[in-house]
């Protein structure tokens, strides 16, 4: 089956210590966002990929990169975690222009702690 | 900043009965929106989506757009337990983009 993949599912990182995350994709999406939500608040938008064409958020810190090394794989990368980056990390897919950019398919998430 | 305000509820129906759940949003261009459903501990899942004025069906779950009130609902008929989880109304932005609301708990007792 087509899937969004998000890997790891859980991942414990120390204060300062950089960790990345990775998503892949079998839609052949154009589109892939990255998200972080928090407890009981509505995914926030980090930053996209438009094929390779990035684009960031202006409110996204310098903290939090991204890579898309080609069409199904796409890496959220946290230089130095702080103890409020602790959250739900969702990676999303959607196909080219119009409407469809709003129906979006969610990975599994993987939900980052911070010790 | 482009808003999209939703009741957080929780809501709570009995099995059974009809579930209401209610959006408004800020950018009246808006031209384009959806209903996620979100489980707890889960990813959010597209459930309907609805672009011009007036209702959409699909099952169970019909989607009531109001341009002009800027006002997007999503109505659940014969509600299960199984329908338990946040609902997110969320909004196109110009581009790429969506912008979500926080989301409101349903809650379907049995």
């Known amino acids: 089956d087509a899937m969004v993949i998000q890997n790891p599912r859980y991942q414990v990182t120390q204060f300062g210590k950089p960790v990345t995350l990775s998503c892949s994709q079998t839609?052949?999406?154009?589109?892939m966002y990255w998200y972080q939500q928090k407890s009981s608040q509505a995914p926030k938008l980090l930053f996209h990929?438009?094929?390779?064409?990035?684009?960031n958020e202006a409110d996204t810190p310098d903290n939090f990169q991204s890579r898309r090394p080609n069409t199904s794989f796409c890496f959220l990368d946290i230089r130095s975690p702080g103890l409020g980056d602790a959250a739900m990390y969702l990676c999303?897919?959607?196909?080219?222009?119009?409407?469809?950019?709003?129906?979006?398919?969610f990975g599994p998430g993987t939900r980052l702690t911070v010790t | 900043q482009k808003e999209v305000e939703q009741n957080s509820g929780p809501l709570s129906v009995p099995e059974g009965a009809i579930a209401s759940l209610n959006c408004t949003y800020s950018?009246?261009?808006?031209?384009?929106f959806f209903w996620y459903r979100q489980y707890s501990g889960k990813s959010p899942e597209l459930i309907m989506s609805?672009?011009?004025?007036g209702d959409k069906e699909d099952g169970r779950f019909t989607a009531q757009l109001n341009k002009a009130s800027q006002y997007v609902s999503l109505l659940i008929r014969d509600s299960q337990p199984s329908d338990s989880a946040t609902y997110l109304c969320?909004?196109?932005?110009?581009?790429?983009?969506?912008?979500f609301g926080a989301g409101t708990i349903l809650r379907v007792k049995s």
């Open positions: 999303a897919t959607s196909r080219s222009p119009g409407a469809s950019f709003g129906e979006q398919y």
């Open positions: 839609l052949n999406h154009n589109v």
């Open positions: 990929y438009y094929d390779k064409d990035f684009n």
């Open positions: 950018d009246r261009g808006s031209q384009s």
């Open positions: 609805i672009y011009s004025n």
């Open positions: 969320a909004v196109q932005e110009y581009g790429n983009k969506l912008v």
